[in-house]
């Protein structure tokens, strides 16, 4: 995945810590928000994965560490079920703001609460999936309950969960008591999927039929059959990423554009903000592009990239013909390339010392059984290939407009 760090404020003016993972080699046609589970982080495996299949599905995915959790700044002890639906609402302005509005949001265990809870909020978000979530933010409560008098009597209390040490408030209590599901599925009018393991021993499966029949349609269960609550085996979470990708595509704009046509041999197209370049040569299409550092996406190889390409796979090819046709015994070639400007001050056409040429390094490896004659031939093959004589010699370009 291509991942950007980033960060926001929450309505206290702290930083929270983000990353942005965009698709490898396309433009996303959707946003989405990744909720991550009780006093976990966003980079959490089982994040990680689902945010990757949804990445190869087109979406990009910004999940983040609540308040006073993971990189994020704050103090846990003073945040509650109500600030983490705060974060997500700030998550989603962040968004709209800086990218695109989210349409999907994610969320796993009481993180799959919270995202209902702040669906309401969010007119831009089409669909909803949630994952091991209980039906009611209350039951979160369980995991301390062997502390729960301490808290009523102290107001705080130090307890492990997960083996950490997390510090819990009654205010925290307080708050899950004002908050109801149902309250909030009735009136709700948005694309539901819920995804819950008939094994999970943390929220039970009674959690997931209670959102299912509360929720209006759309609406849709999966079962993640053999799976554990934090989904810690790979293929289940990299399971549920794909049944939620493609669950949403019915419900996302795949904002999809004309298919680029032409009858040339090479076409390109550049739309909307950054660089991002399809490129269509005959039957074949990809994509171009700068690196994030200059303002692009990193979506695709430079053009450059793609003329030492050019010239690496001309002269790959050029030399396999000429082996084939000797039969020498050769597994295997490789062509390594970079490209710089070097300063022409021994060359005959510089006009000045501060005049610079372009310099192409290439360097070939095969893997054979080859006299050092056989190689010294191979050389000077290379410098034979169509794409190098082009270089080489004096190209005009003639342009004009269609």
């Known amino acids: 995945m291509n991942t950007e ?20 080699e396309s433009k996303p046609h959707s946003f989405a928000i990744f909720a991550h589970c009780f006093t976990c982080s966003k980079n959490l495996p089982t994040v990680k994965n689902i945010a990757r299949s949804l990445n190869q599905n087109g979406i990009a995915v910004l999940r983040f560490d609540f308040t006073g959790l993971g990189d994020s700044e704050g103090e846990f002890e003073n945040t509650n079920f109500s600030s983490n639906v705060e974060d997500l609402v700030l998550a989603a302005q962040y968004l709209e703001q ?7 949001l994610v969320g796993h265990s009481l993180g799959g609460a919270a995202v209902y809870f702040a669906a309401k909020e969010l007119p831009s978000i089409k669909a909803i999936a949630s994952i091991g979530a209980p039906s009611n933010p209350k039951h979160v409560a369980h995991l301390f309950k062997d502390n729960l008098c301490i808290i009523e009597e102290k107001g705080i209390a130090e307890l492990k969960i997960g083996g950490r040490p997390f ?4 205010q925290f209590l307080d708050d899950l008591e004002t908050k109801e599901m149902k309250e909030v599925l009735s009136p709700l009018r948005k694309a539901i999927l819920v995804l819950h393991s008939p094994q999970d021993d943390i929220v039970g499966i009674e959690n997931a039929a209670e959102i299912y029949a509360a ?19 790979k293929v289940d979470s ?9 669950w949403a595509s019915r419900y996302l704009s795949t904002q999809e554009t004309d298919e680029l046509k032409t009858n040339h041999q090479v076409a390109v197209r550049i739309q909307g903000k950054g660089y991002t370049t399809e490129v269509k040569a005959k039957e074949h299409s990809f994509l171009a592009d700068e690196p994030i550092s200059v303002g692009g996406n990193n979506f695709g190889p430079t053009p450059y990239d793609l ?25 295997e070639i490789k062509v390594h390339l970079n490209h710089s400007k070097d300063y022409a001050t021994d ?21 054979g059984e080859l006299t050092e004659q056989q190689k010294e031939k191979l050389l000077s093959i290379a410098d034979k290939c169509p794409v190098h004589k082009t270089l080489d010699s004096e190209t005009k370009v003639m342009t004009t407009f269609a």
């Open 5 to 24: 760090k980033i960060e926001f404020k929450n309505n206290d003016g702290e930083l929270l810590s983000a990353r942005l993972d965009f698709p490898l």
């Open 98 to 104: 800086n990218y695109q509005a989210p349409s999907l």
């Open 167 to 170: 510090t819990i408030k009654k």
């Open 215 to 233: 929720a209006h349609h759309p609406k849709s269960f999966v079962t993640l059959d053999g799976a554990d609550h934090l989904l810690s085996n």
């Open 238 to 246: 990299l399971y549920a990423g794909n049944v939620i990708a493609n």
């Open 307 to 331: 003329l030492l390409a050019s010239l690496g796979a001309c002269t790959a090819m050029t030399l396999k013909m000429y082996i084939d046709r000797k039969e020498w015994t050769v597994s």
């Open 347 to 367: 060359s005959s056409n510089a006009q000045n010392s501060d005049e610079k040429i372009d310099f192409i390094d290439r360097t070939i490896e095969i893997k």
